[in-house]
């Protein structure tokens, strides 16, 4: 192919660049490749018999043997522990690859024929404190786009619907001079991420109702981002009496781990359905719900997703484990058995898909009891609502173990009793003591994430 599109621009006159056509057509069957697999989602979707397991079986083959082919990280390892691409078995014995790994080895992780490749280098924000760089394929980000495209579809998304983003973009200071809080990307290749990226950066008292003004201007269908912002601004909206969700077909919650009492009041506000996904940067995984009982499905067409305990051993339905995933789409730095450092509860196995009834948070979402045991912090609201009902706003920082600091955005009714059950609350839940700081904001991350949990303790 490539041979001939030279020969036929050579008769006029041109001189063609073999690697930019290579990549060219690349970039076409990407898309011919994504658009594939959103058409299996759909199949799937209306109960059409579609092997699942047997699309997973060949994508796993797949990066497998590219791996051994084209990285020496994975060559030498798979020699090493005498691990035969032909074959899957062995595959769960193959040692983990940590993040660690990706930045000491980062060169012998990549493809050698990365000269040819669709891709760019993508930074991650680092939120366990481990930001990573690496090259992520144009491949991958095709099958992002076609997964996001087929669950705005189940929440009845329609061409010509807006879609509204909610994350932490920096915004130009030309704009916000402007009360212009948001970056419009109506028209643009941004598309299937949204239309219009609002950030939370900078969602103050002065600033939240030229948010809200826009809002009712856009009419979104489709709503996605952090859950934590999207609350925010559903707090707004019912404190002052403003309908903005008649539109809102559906609300999508990502980024962060999202809590009962934020999707509550995201359901009231927008009077729509809450539903969850779960990715990130490294692109090995995407995993959505599909109704009210608010259970992950891991797409099967991405990748091959396991929860294990801490020995490295699968975990039993019911029970949390750390989240390793291998990625089928970017084969110039493959992630294979990667440890993305989330711990998920696994509720069930199925012809390929692997359901998660909640992403727990990350290694690092713990709390330290006074005897040095770790549970994860973990309230629910419906269980001790009056631990909540007069806070705003509240953030749990740990320095020692057996010892909690709380910082509080304080309600209009709070005081001493408050403090009292909170404090008894955190003692017969996670056996630690409580101080509390008083504020009148929880500053979010450079990113513009909330940060629930500051953990501050290394893990061992």
Not at 360 to 365: C, E, L, M
Request: glycine share 8%.
């Amino acid at each position: 192919m490539v041979e001939l599109l030279q020969r036929v621009a050579r008769r006029a006159g041109n001189v063609v660049n073999p690697v930019w056509w290579t990549r060219k057509i690349g970039w076409w069957e990407d898309r011919r490749r994504a658009e594939a697999t959103l058409s299996l989602l759909r199949r799937a979707a209306k109960g059409q018999e579609v092997d699942m397991a047997g699309w997973q079986a060949h994508g796993l083959e797949a990066v497998l043997r590219q791996a051994y082919a084209h990285c020496r990280y994975y060559r030498e390892l798979f020699d090493r522990v005498g691990f035969d691409v032909s074959k899957l078995d062995g595959f769960d014995r193959l040692p983990l690859l940590e993040k660690e790994t990706v930045r000491t080895r980062l060169a012998d992780l990549t493809s050698d024929n990365l000269s040819t490749a669709n891709y760019h280098v993508m930074h991650t924000g680092g939120s366990t404190g481990e930001p990573l760089e690496f090259p992520r394929s144009h491949l991958a980000l095709c099958m992002d786009a076609a997964h996001y495209r087929y669950t705005y579809e189940m929440m009845g998304f329609r061409p010509g619907d807006a879609i509204a983003a909610f994350g932490g973009p920096k915004v130009s200071e030309e704009l916000t001079k402007q009360n212009i809080y948001w970056i419009d990307e109506r028209g643009s290749s941004q598309r299937p991420y949204g239309d219009v990226f609002y950030s939370s950066l900078y969602w103050k008292e002065e600033t939240k109702q030229h948010y809200v003004d826009h809002l009712l201007l856009l009419r979104p269908a489709i709503l996605r981002g952090y859950p934590s912002f999207i609350n925010s601004i559903a707090e707004h909206v019912m404190e002052h009496g403003i309908d903005v969700g008649s539109q809102v077909k559906g609300v999508q919650l990502t980024a962060e781990v999202a809590c009962d009492w934020q999707i509550d009041n995201i359901r009231k506000a927008f009077g729509a359905p809450v539903f969850l996904q779960y990715g990130h940067s490294e692109m090995a995984v995407f995993a959505y719900t599909v109704d009210d009982r608010l259970v992950y499905e891991c797409s099967p067409f991405f990748g091959l997703t396991e929860v294990l305990d801490d020995g490295g051993a699968p975990v039993s339905p019911g029970e949390v484990g750390h989240v390793v995933v291998t990625g089928f789409h970017n084969p110039v730095l493959p992630f294979i058995r990667y440890k993305t450092g989330d711990m998920a509860r696994l509720d069930s196995m199925e012809d390929g898909i692997v359901r998660l009834s909640e992403i727990a948070g990350r290694t690092q979402d713990f709390i330290y009891t006074r005897g040095g045991q770790k549970l994860r912090l973990s309230i629910n609201s419906h269980q001790h609502g009056d631990v909540f009902r007069n806070i705003v706003k509240w953030q749990v920082v740990q320095k020692v173990p057996g010892y909690v600091t709380l910082r509080i955005v304080r309600g209009a009714g709070f005081g001493d009793e408050d403090v009292e059950t909170i404090r008894a609350a955190f003692a017969s839940l996670f056996d630690v003591d409580a101080g509390f700081e008083f504020l009148d904001s929880i500053p979010l991350t450079g990113r513009g994430k909330f940060k629930f949990l500051v953990q501050e303790i290394a893990e061992s």
